[in-house]
């Protein structure tokens, strides 16, 4: 019994290591080793005007994915431009979080109401984000996050008709 014990805690322990070494390596390739360095303190959460959540650009960074969804609980917009940035961007409409889709579709909120958006994607954020850098000087560690709003981007139209609740 104790040698099968041994043989599954240093199985357990080597899939550990690989499953970290993953971690490390993905990092090192989307070329972004820093992100490995943030330990979520919520230092920058307050920060954000926007009620953007910076550690999701750390999380959308560390996975290699723009798509990330992330919170983003102060922008303002139209109910059809939510839908047509993000269909399943999540928004508070009559009270309820639900995707820009449903409440058109389900709950038949007019395409012209003004909702709050609650969760979008990583590289939607960047685009709403005014890249004022709160975040990045609250940041403790100072990491650089306003290079990953600004490779998150990229070379996307930024939309003037977005409002910002202030």
């Given at each position: 019994?104790?040698?099968?014990?041994?043989?599954?805690n240093?199985?357990?322990?080597v899939v550990?290591?690989?499953?970290?070494?993953a971690?490390?390596?993905?990092?090192l390739?989307?070329?972004?080793?820093?992100?490995?360095?943030c330990?979520?303190?919520?230092?920058?959460?307050?920060?954000?005007?926007?009620?953007?959540?910076?550690?999701?650009?750390?999380?959308?960074?560390?996975?290699?994915?723009?798509?990330?969804?992330?919170?983003?609980t102060?922008?303002?917009?139209?109910?059809?431009?939510?839908?047509?940035?993000?269909?399943d961007?999540?928004?508070?409409?009559?009270?309820?979080?639900v995707?820009?889709?449903?409440?058109?579709?389900?709950?038949?909120?007019?395409?012209?109401?003004?909702?709050?958006?609650?969760?979008v994607?990583?590289?939607?954020?960047?685009?709403?984000?005014?890249?004022c850098g709160?975040?990045?000087?609250?940041?403790?560690?100072g990491?650089?996050?306003?290079?990953?709003?600004s490779?998150?981007?990229?070379?996307?139209?930024?939309?003037?008709?977005?409002?910002?609740?202030?």
């Amino acid at each position: 019994m104790k040698r099968t014990l041994i043989k599954l805690n240093t199985t357990m322990m080597v899939v550990l290591v690989l499953f970290l070494l993953a971690i490390v390596a993905n990092a090192l390739a989307s070329r972004q080793p820093w992100v490995l360095f943030c330990y979520k303190c919520k230092a920058c959460n307050s920060s954000c005007i926007l009620g953007i959540d910076p550690q999701g650009f750390v999380d959308a960074a560390l996975a290699g994915d723009p798509h990330v969804y992330i919170y983003a609980t102060n922008v303002k917009l139209q109910l059809s431009k939510a839908a047509a940035i993000d269909p399943d961007m999540i928004v508070t409409a009559a009270g309820k979080k639900v995707s820009a889709r449903a409440a058109l579709d389900e709950l038949h909120i007019s395409p012209a109401t003004e909702v709050v958006t609650y969760q979008v994607q990583a590289r939607h954020a960047a685009g709403f984000c005014f890249r004022c850098g709160a975040c990045e000087r609250a940041c403790v560690l100072g990491l650089p996050l306003l290079r990953e709003i600004s490779q998150l981007r990229g070379k996307e139209p930024v939309d003037a008709s977005v409002s910002h609740d202030q």
